[in-house]
């Protein structure tokens, strides 16, 4: 069996030196401001992260898109013309199209490739549970398994990625749809911090509310509480949009909890997800497995 080369994307916001760990390649996403163009690299290289969450503050609408296919085809083809054969774990279909994208450049590449093979897993994640689930394929790979193996694996274990997010500004979700400009206005008069959740289908519903971010974060870890037994077993991707006061505090309480202070990683909230969620957004995301 021919080796293969796990790939993921910039959506799957992971702790840069964690990323480094990893024996992944990564597909940039892109984002723009004012008609430029922005690729998102993940190691800052593109601009400081903070200082895009400041542009939203002063407020600046960004905008993102799927990669195309062509993108996506180039991408796999230079690694299939190496010998190697893919597999890919994609951004949630249930947020963009740009799984059907990498579906279509796959069939485009193994045209010209037919003994290749380019796996696309649809993650069903986004954000930090991208990240972890990212985080936690690379270990089952390291294990040993092949593509067939861990693309199960993934199919099996994808939808106990948990993300648990709250958000700060709704106006971001009002933009987004996500919320009405009525409720916008009176949550944001109120305090109220929406929470947020990836469904069966990665498609992102609000879960529930709470009042003041205190709140938020105690209903965050509440959520944790309910289904893990054993914190010290569990990895947990803790994601901020420029607000690290939060995620140190969800740390804290994570440890007191049990969890193990390595095997939480404090990620930033790229601007692929950022531009729909603000700054100011806290979240965790863990795979239950």
């Not at 004012?34 to 190691?43: K, L, S």
């Not at 897993?121 to 990212?134: C, E, F, R, T, Y």
């Not at 700060?168 to 929406?194: N, W």
């Not at 974060?217 to 690290?244: K, T, V």
Request: charged residues 30%; glycine residues 8%; negative net charge.
């Amino acid at each position: 069996m021919r080796d293969y080369v796990l790939v993921g994307d910039s959506t799957e916001d992971l702790n840069l030196e964690v990323l480094k760990t990893l024996d992944v390649k990564m597909l940039t996403f892109s984002y723009s401001i004012n008609d430029e163009v922005i690729p998102y690299y993940m190691d800052e290289r593109d601009g400081d992260i903070k200082d895009f969450y400041e542009k939203l503050r002063k407020g600046a609408m960004p905008v993102t898109s799927q990669i195309n296919p062509d993108t996506y085809k180039k991408f796999f083809e230079e690694i299939v013309k190496e010998g190697k054969d893919i597999l890919y774990l994609c951004f949630t279909s249930g947020l963009s199209g740009s799984y059907q994208s990498a579906r279509i450049a796959a069939d485009m590449v193994l045209e010209k490739y037919p003994d290749a093979r380019i796996e696309v897993v649809d993650s069903l994640a986004a954000s930090v549970g991208g990240g972890i689930l990212l985080y936690e394929t690379d270990k089952k790979k390291k294990e040993g398994l092949d593509i067939d193996e861990l693309k199960a694996w993934i199919e099996e274990n994808r939808l106990k990625t948990r993300h648990w997010f709250m958000v700060e500004d709704l106006f971001h979700l009002k933009r987004g749809g996500r919320v009405t400009t009525v409720e916008a206005m009176i949550g944001s008069a109120l305090k109220i911090k929406p929470i947020l959740s990836l469904d069966e289908e990665g498609k992102l519903v609000v879960k529930s509310k709470a009042r003041g971010t205190g709140k938020a974060l105690e209903y965050l870890i509440s959520r944790a509480e309910e289904e893990i037994s054993d914190f010290s077993s569990m990895c947990f991707n803790i994601g901020n949009a420029d607000a690290h006061e939060k995620a140190e505090k969800l740390k804290a309480m994570l440890i007191e909890k049990g969890a193990k202070e390595e095997n939480i990683f404090i990620s930033s909230i790229g601007p692929i997800i950022g531009s729909h969620v603000g700054p100011g957004m806290a979240a965790i995301a863990y795979v239950n497995i």
